[in-house]
């Protein structure tokens, strides 16, 4: 942000924008002007700056938020994938059904360095959270541990935009509605392919079927109150986590 602000800051970004026909200026703004009109006088980024790449010269050919579906996220799932972990990841299966179970079982050094990894923390969904919570501590931990190259996080809770490393979040169904994420166990290999953009395991579908069968629902956390209402009409991640839905 320092960086950003030294070469002209947001006026600059949008002086961009608009010269590069990503932004409509036409709006009239608190100001009375248009956008274009705030920023026609303001200075362009420096010629020789590399903070804010051109169109024609970008850092990677694709971004790095991406949509991920497949056998364990049917719905979707939202990927911050960089690239810089790669853009494949296969590795077995360990299952946590909460964030501290997780955390517990890093510090206790259940998880290794050099042993390929994904992480699963689920039940921390909408409903299951309930409300989503975010997963920048497991995620930090994941790297704080010098695991980033060997482990790959899978859940069904959300991430904050500080969290980086092959993480995989917002999956659809959660855990708590039956999703699939909810059926993988321990020791199940499953491989994120960033550039096909799907998450599946090595179970076949009739294993999945067996499973299912014998899934239950757990209890909701809350039995009463506002955190009671909202778990039961709260939507899924990909509609929104709205309580607009028929009581």
Same mark, same amino acid.
């Given at each position: 942000?320092?960086?950003?602000?030294?070469?002209?800051?947001?006026?600059?970004?949008?002086?961009?924008?608009?010269?590069?026909?990503?932004?409509?200026?036409?709006?009239?703004?608190?100001?009375?002007?248009?956008?274009?009109?705030?920023?026609?006088?303001?200075?362009?980024?420096?010629?020789?700056?590399?903070?804010?790449?051109?169109?024609?010269?970008?850092?990677?050919?694709?971004?790095?938020?991406?949509?991920?579906?497949?056998?364990?996220?049917?719905?979707?799932?939202?990927?911050?994938?960089? @690239?810089?972990? #790669? !853009? =494949?990841?296969? *590795?077995?299966?360990?299952?946590? &059904?909460? /964030?501290?179970?997780? +955390?517990? %079982?890093?510090?206790?050094?259940?998880?290794?360095?050099?042993?390929?990894?994904?992480?699963?923390?689920?039940?921390?969904?909408?409903?299951?959270?309930?409300?989503?919570?975010?997963?920048?501590?497991?995620?930090?931990?994941?790297?704080?541990?010098?695991?980033?190259?060997?482990?790959?996080?899978?859940?069904?809770?959300?991430?904050?935009?500080?969290?980086?490393?092959?993480?995989?979040?917002?999956?659809?169904?959660?855990?708590?509605?039956? @999703?699939?994420? #909810? !059926? =993988?166990?321990? *020791?199940?290999?499953?491989?994120? &392919?960033? /550039?096909?953009?799907? +998450?599946? %395991?090595?179970?076949?579908?009739?294993?999945?079927?067996?499973?299912?069968?014998?899934?239950?629902?757990?209890?909701?956390?809350?039995?009463?109150?506002?955190?009671?209402?909202?778990?039961?009409?709260?939507?899924?991640?990909?509609?929104?986590?709205?309580?607009?839905?028929?009581?």
């Amino acid at each position: 942000m320092a960086d950003m602000h030294r070469i002209g800051g947001t006026p600059a970004l949008l002086k961009f924008l608009l010269k590069e026909g990503i932004l409509d200026g036409s709006g009239v703004t608190v100001t009375g002007q248009t956008m274009a009109k705030n920023v026609d006088a303001l200075p362009d980024f420096p010629a020789d700056q590399q903070i804010i790449r051109p169109l024609s010269k970008p850092i990677k050919p694709t971004g790095h938020i991406q949509i991920l579906r497949g056998q364990l996220a049917p719905g979707g799932s939202v990927g911050k994938i960089t @690239g810089k972990e #790669g !853009l =494949v990841f296969t *590795g077995k299966a360990r299952v946590y &059904d909460d /964030e501290d179970d997780f +955390i517990a %079982s890093l510090e206790a050094g259940d998880i290794k360095k050099g042993d390929k990894t994904v992480v699963i923390i689920r039940y921390e969904g909408p409903k299951g959270g309930p409300g989503m919570p975010e997963m920048l501590k497991p995620s930090s931990a994941i790297m704080g541990a010098g695991l980033g190259q060997d482990v790959a996080l899978l859940t069904d809770g959300r991430f904050s935009g500080g969290s980086h490393g092959f993480l995989i979040g917002h999956i659809v169904p959660e855990a708590q509605e039956g @999703g699939p994420i #909810g !059926l =993988v166990r321990d *020791g199940d290999v499953v491989t994120i &392919d960033a /550039e096909r953009r799907v +998450i599946d %395991s090595d179970v076949s579908d009739a294993e999945m079927a067996r499973r299912r069968a014998d899934w239950k629902a757990p209890a909701l956390k809350y039995t009463k109150g506002t955190l009671k209402k909202y778990a039961t009409l709260v939507s899924d991640a990909s509609s929104g986590c709205v309580t607009d839905g028929p009581i």
